[in-house]
């Protein structure tokens, strides 16, 4: 199948020559035609099959014809996270160089201003997450009547972050005639009722099982103990692979991310962080960083990374075994595209060691231990700040850099295993010299991601993963909070 019979428009097709593909992926092939036609089309696929383009280029042709008027976007597509919203916007740039549209962004984190003047002016293309298209409907500031085309893409990461009610109420605020393309890569029930719901008679595609992992990903679980030996684990690996050019590091929740990302900086690391509660100028610049090569390693949540199209990342390391097994496909996804050999090592400790059955079984396959598996002396949670890392947290002295050198014997042992089975790999690939340690300098490299408060929509469900308790007190409510109070009747307070 060719993209010239997919029934694009000339102007399109263009823009896909421009691009250097040569032939559609499957859920293009399959779904193209289908979205021209005016079906309605539910796309079970995840990030990497191209399923972007699946529902921008038919998008393209039909705007060709028509204009947008001011406050009612033509045509509506709704992300879960700012990053997806910005890409599939880049997407539109990229293949909408031959066409004059207005696309609108409108995400949290973003002045308000701004996404008001490109409304304004009409948008052909209205890209927006969830919570911060409500709000501007809620201020009268956009009309959804005109939509002619409605995009929900990543539902089931949707689901995940809460979004259901939200993308419920949308769906009713747009055309009860309007065309619908629905993604997802995973069909849950609640997102199957979805479907059944707000679909009107689509046309089924689903392209590879979602539970697959590339066959070109290295797999491998880690045993460690909890607490700052964790974080010692996660350095001799990184320090040692073999091919490393550069590695995400998976956390389950927002606030380790951030000391995760702190604590590799301070050891010498060329690391940015992104998470849910950084500013979007901060998780721009950050992924920026890591697409550019100025930061080689990348600490994130889930939700921030999830479906980012980062081509060619050798390394993913889940400092956490995720707690849903299909975020464990998707994390690990990001290394091994488009062919390419990728590793992924997954540490675990004996709190999280119950998740990897469900992975396992997810994955229907086993994992291999590298360096033995859990044993007695991996302990479940150890003091976080030890007296080293106290010392190091003054500055990074040169008796501190020696004190890290020093590792326990713990770790020098299993760094020998990884060590012994990398360079047999290696031998196996050409040989190419690890650059996973920025030079001195790279202490004073710029923090990349201050955390600030986010202006999204908090997140309803899945607390324990991108939003994790509440700051300030942590897990622990003091007791006082939790004591009922007695209001004193209106009565009583007029008396006084
Ligand atoms: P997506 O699944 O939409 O995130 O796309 C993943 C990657 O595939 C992106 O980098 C696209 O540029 C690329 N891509 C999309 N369609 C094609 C195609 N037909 N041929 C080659 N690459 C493609």
Redesign the pocket.
Known sequence: MTFQELGLSEKVLQAVEASG?T???PI?AQAIPHALNGRDVLGIAQ???????AFTLPMLSKLEQGRARARMPRTLILEPTRELAAQVEESFVKYGAQHKLNVALLIGGVSFGDQEAKIMRGADVLIATPGRLLDFFERGKLLLNGIDILVIDEADRMLDMGFIPDIEKICKLVPFTRQTLFFSATMPPEITRLTEQFLSNPIRIEVARPASTASTITQGLVATSGGYLKRDTLRGLIRDAVDFKNGIVFCNRKRDVAVLHQSLVKHGFSAGALHGDMDQTARMASLDAFKNGDVNVLVCSDVAARGL?I?DVTHIYNFDVPTHAEDYVHRIGRTGRAGRSGTAYTLVTPDDAKYVDEIEKLIQKKVDWVGGPLTGEHKSRVGDRPARDRKESRGTTGRNRSHDRDRTEESRTRRDHFAAREADEAARRPAQQPRNMQPEQSFERRDLSPPTPRHERRPRRDHDRDDGPPVGFTDHIPSFLLRPVRLASAKTVAEE
Request: proline share 14%; no cysteine; charged share 15%.
């Open positions: 593909y032939n559609p992926t293009q990030t990497g099959t191209g399923k972007t383009a199209d081509p």
